[in-house]
């Protein structure tokens, strides 16, 4: 039967540091690195090893993946990235400090640019430090101003039935190291969670997410690697 690891990059640096990142690329911290090095070690421990591998165009997701497969001795495997898998992105909250952007705006007003489902966050200026318009890895790409939850699913889902999906039908066992929201968006796709409840649910950093599918791609589990 087809199974699906997810897991979510180790911390970035702008994890500890607090600040909205969306699709500004940040590196991993040393604790970041460990955990995703750990995750590797999971996987060859409980013999889950992948076969094919997908990621975002995005460092962590990516550095995340390397350091999980050569944990698990895979490094040699497919793996394939795309912009689909980014981060939601933040537009013009990027860069700022979280706790900064609370007491400016209040908690509720932050919370919602944070986890509503359909809101997204103020749009990012053009020409800002943060603006990857002309970041020549998105080329190919119309780089948005701004998304919701909505948004980024709207993105995430068609790579998943158009790329991952035929691959999971091939019978492979498929990683895909991603983004807390481009994860919320597959999470409540393949468990069926209702636009509220799934703003709600937080994916911790590098803690490997197993699903097991059946011919049809339904899932009939969901758990964490680490408490089987
Ligand atoms: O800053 C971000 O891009 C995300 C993920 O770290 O944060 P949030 O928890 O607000 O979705």
């Not at 600040?19 to 690329?25: A, H, I, P, Q």
């Not at 689909?84 to 537009?91: K, Q, V, W």
């Not at 430090?129 to 995430?156: C, G, M």
Request: contains cysteine.
């Amino acid at each position: 039967m087809p199974r699906l690891i997810l897991v979510r990059h180790g911390q970035s640096e702008w994890n500890l540091a607090n600040r909205f990142t969306g699709w500004w690329d940040v590196g991993l911290t040393d604790t970041g690195v460990a955990e995703a090095e750990a995750a590797g070690r999971l996987l060859a421990e409980k013999n889950m090893l992948p076969t094919v591998g997908f990621t975002s165009f995005q460092t962590r997701a990516i550095k995340t993946l390397n350091l999980v497969l050569e944990g698990c001795g895979r490094l040699w495997i497919p793996t394939r990235k795309s912009w689909r898998l980014n981060e939601r992105h933040y537009g013009g909250l990027t860069g700022l400090d979280k706790q900064q952007t609370r007491d400016k705006h209040g908690d509720e007003q932050v919370h919602i640019w944070r986890r509503s489902f359909d809101t997204p966050p103020p749009p990012i200026e053009p020409g800002s430090e943060f603006d990857l318009s002309s970041d020549p890895r998105y080329a190919e790409v119309e780089v948005p101003a701004s998304e919701s939850l909505k948004d980024t699913i709207a993105r995430v889902l068609p790579y998943y039935t158009e790329n991952i999906e035929p691959t999971l039908r091939g019978g492979e066992t498929v990683i895909i190291s991603a983004h807390g929201n481009s994860l919320r968006a597959l999470v409540k796709h393949l468990s069926g969670i209702s636009d509220d409840e799934i703003t709600g649910l937080e994916i911790p950093t590098g803690q490997p997410i197993v699903y097991e599918l059946d011919d049809n791609l339904a899932a009939t589990e969901r758990y964490y690697l680490s408490e089987r």
